[in-house]
């Protein structure tokens, strides 16, 4: 199985803060990279999708970079619906697996 | 707009078997895979397995021993069993479309393994 770390694990930041969260891989997923924002009590929202790729409907201020086996997700300015917990998943192997989460907070 | 929605039991009795099932509406399941995902509460998130909609499945190996999936091409459902289960098999769980286009999840739905 392919294991996905994130860092950090949780965060507190202040509304504007620039947010970073990186992502990596066990081995090479070259782009096939997803994240998501899961509220309590919802189901996960795919926010950016193949590494890169913004989700349509997805503000701006969320992006994604990386390839292969390091991968990094940033809100340029942190507001407030964006408290939530981030999930990296991968689906270039069997079984699909996701990362432990960051939990984003506000300081 | 498509829609995913689960549905069963809540409560399942220990050494019992979990069955959920997932309705799709605003698309069709034909050519796709389809795949549950479960959550215990304050935890993350793990992917149980896909099937498509000829019926090949793919399971995560921790849990391939008790997982059967099906699906009904003329309901445009998909299935879940999970057999002999515990406590640490209580989770929400979700179903989703998580690759070959867009993606799509249902709200989720609790399953407790509970006496």
């Known amino acids: 199985d392919i294991q996905m770390t994130q860092s950090p694990s949780s965060l507190s930041a202040s509304v504007g803060d620039r947010v970073t969260i990186t992502c990596q891989a066990s081995?090479?997923?070259?782009?096939?990279l997803n994240w998501y924002q899961q509220k309590p009590g919802k189901a996960p929202k795919l926010l950016i999708y193949?590494?890169?790729n913004l989700e349509k409907g997805v503000p701006s201020r969320f992006s994604g970079s990386g390839s292969g086996t390091d991968f990094t997700f940033t809100i340029s300015s942190l507001q407030p619906e964006d408290i939530a917990t981030y999930y990296c998943?991968?689906?270039?192997?069997?079984?699909?697996?996701f990362g432990p989460g960051t939990k984003v907070d506000n300081k | 707009q498509v829609q995913l929605q689960e549905s069963g039991p809540g409560l399942v009795k220990p050494s019992e078997t979990l069955s959920l099932t997932c309705s799709v509406s605003?698309?069709?399941?034909?050519?796709?895979?389809w795949s549950w995902i479960r959550q215990p509460a304050g935890e993350g998130l793990e992917w149980i397995g896909r099937?498509?909609?000829?019926?090949?499945?793919n399971y995560n190996p921790s849990l391939k021993s008790r997982v059967i999936m099906s699906v009904d091409t003329s309901k445009n459902q998909f299935s879940l069993k999970l057999t002999s289960v515990t406590a640490a098999d209580t989770a929400m769980y979700y179903c989703?479309?998580?690759?070959?286009?867009?993606?799509?999840w249902g709200q989720g739905t609790l399953v407790t393994v509970s006496s």
């Open positions: 099937i498509s909609s000829s019926g090949n499945t």
């Open positions: 081995q090479d997923i070259s782009n096939y």
């Open positions: 605003g698309a069709s399941i034909i050519s796709y895979y």
């Open positions: 193949d590494s890169f």
């Open positions: 989703a479309r998580l690759t070959g286009g867009p993606i799509y």
């Open positions: 998943h991968q689906y270039d192997s069997l079984p699909f697996t």
